[in-house]
């Protein structure tokens, strides 16, 4: 079984000022984890993805996530906000197991806005 | 990567019809997924679409009310049938390209009045 849970449905931050998502995973098995973006009316697109290799993620635009197992946690940072960054983020969490190929779990997804 | 698309983009139907959902992808991928994002919501995988078998339901999704067709590698229609308010959702289709990402359509934003 796995599941995602994202720690807040809401984060409002000023333009410039740093971004952190909280994200909390339960896998029964070795996870995949990754970040999705979804901005207004748009596609989900993928921010970055955790497989196993170097726990700390880099993906486009800027932001980054770091694997921490100890902690169950794969939280999305950003240094500094861009009114651009306004939109929902989820995280995703793949279990590695033969039965569940594929399967994502999305968590319940985090409203980001930007104040000027 | 991936791109892919759907159709319609969006669409407003009569409770007690049934809308299909096209979504087509432009390459060649094995596996093939449909999700519901109701209003608000997060994304609740409805089923996967492997072509050349039969479509595996998730828990709560019947085959008589989502029927999928998956008739070659880059196309898979979802039916949503006999529609009532609750089916309005955004339907969105994915695809698995590596052994680890999946790659999201557009998304057809449908409302049942």
Redesign the interface.
């Known amino acids: 079984a796995q599941s995602v849970t994202q720690l807040d449905s809401h984060v409002s931050v000023s333009e410039g000022t740093p971004v952190l998502l909280r994200c909390n995973y339960s896998s029964s098995y070795s996870p995949s984890l990754f970040w999705y973006v979804q901005h207004p009316n748009k596609g989900l697109q993928l921010l970055l993805k955790y497989t196993s290799a170097a726990t700390l993620v880099k993906g486009i635009n800027g932001f980054e996530a770091e694997f921490k197992k100890s902690e169950t946690s794969f939280h999305l940072t950003k240094p500094s906000a861009h009114m651009s960054d306004a939109a929902e983020y989820f995280c995703v969490v793949r279990s590695n197991s033969g039965g569940s190929n594929y399967k994502l779990t999305f968590g319940k997804g985090t409203l980001l806005t930007v104040n000027p | 990567s991936a791109v892919i698309s759907q159709k319609p983009s969006r669409d407003i139907c009569q409770r007690g019809t049934s809308l299909t959902i096209q979504c087509q992808v432009d390459s060649q991928v094995t596996?093939m997924?449909w999700y519901r994002q109701q209003p608000g919501?997060?994304?609740?995988?409805i089923a996967?679409a492997n072509q050349g078998s039969e479509a595996t339901y998730e828990s709560g999704f019947v085959i008589d009310k989502f029927p999928i067709s998956r008739p070659n590698l880059t196309f898979s229609t979802l039916t949503v049938s006999n529609m009532s308010p609750e089916d309005s959702s955004i339907y969105?289709c994915?695809v698995?390209v590596s052994?680890?990402?999946?790659?999201?359509?557009?998304?057809t934003r449908l409302t049942v009045t």
């Open positions: 596996m997924f919501q997060s994304l609740t995988l996967t969105l994915s698995g052994g680890d990402e999946q790659y999201f359509g557009p998304g």
